[in-house]
């Protein structure tokens, strides 16, 4: 079997530099919003707008929108949440069964073990001060802004993840390794996470 590593990630901490970063050094294929895509091409769902909104969220029992396109692969009748949960898990075990990969997010952790394979589970945290920062520069926003959208992502994550893998999002006793930028920079959490694989 192969073995995955999965990143969980604050907002805005720079958990997808991470997993950029640990691809280019590994060699091993690195996917995160690209599992949107892959999702909709899977289940072969035809939407006249982008499927981000209904990524890594959690249903709203009193307010969704429901599926009726798609193939056998994409259940009708379900919230969109649902559906593309449910597409993603599909295309990463796919994923995982061609091969060692970075996988960022969507409870990679939880689904991938229990297909069987070895699963390397990291969490990347930040101090907020980092995140204000990173997320102001990269939506140009104002201060108040970036941290609003960051705490609304957070909560949107911690949502989505505790309610499909009954784990605490976030836990350092959640993922094999926790690692915070306080502690470690970017480049040096990278290096601690090749020092492991390599050593598996």
């Known amino acids: 079997m192969s073995t995955i590593i999965t990143i969980g990630r604050e907002f805005g901490s720079g958990g997808h530099i991470v997993g950029e ?14 599992l949107i895509a892959m999702a909709v091409d899977y289940g072969e769902i035809q939407r006249g707008h982008p499927l981000d909104k209904f990524d890594e969220k959690k249903t709203n029992p009193w307010l969704f929108e ?5 193939n056998e692969h994409a259940p009708k009748g ?16 796919d994923i995982a069964a061609k091969g060692n990969a970075i996988i960022v997010g969507r409870c990679a952790d939880k689904i991938l073990k229990e297909a069987g394979h070895t699963v390397i589970s990291v969490f990347v945290a930040a101090s907020m001060e980092q995140r204000t920062e990173r997320i ?32 605490e999002w976030g836990n350092p ?9 306080d502690d470690l920079s970017l480049l040096e959490i990278t290096n601690e996470i090749v020092r492991i694989y390599e050593g598996r």
């Not at 970063?21 to 690209?34: R, V």
């Not at 379900?78 to 075990?93: C, G, I, N």
């Open 21 to 34: 970063m640990l691809s280019q050094e590994l060699g091993i294929p690195y996917y995160d919003n690209e």
């Open 66 to 70: 429901v599926n009726y396109t798609g």
């Open 136 to 167: 102001m520069h990269k939506y140009d926003v104002e201060e108040a802004k970036a941290i609003s959208i960051i705490k609304k992502r957070d909560k949107r994550r911690k949502s989505f993840y505790e309610f499909h893998t009954g784990k």
């Open 78 to 93: 379900e919230s969109m949440e649902e559906v593309l949960f449910k597409l993603q898990q599909d295309v990463m075990k």
């Open 173 to 181: 006793k959640t993922y094999d390794y926790y690692f915070h930028t």
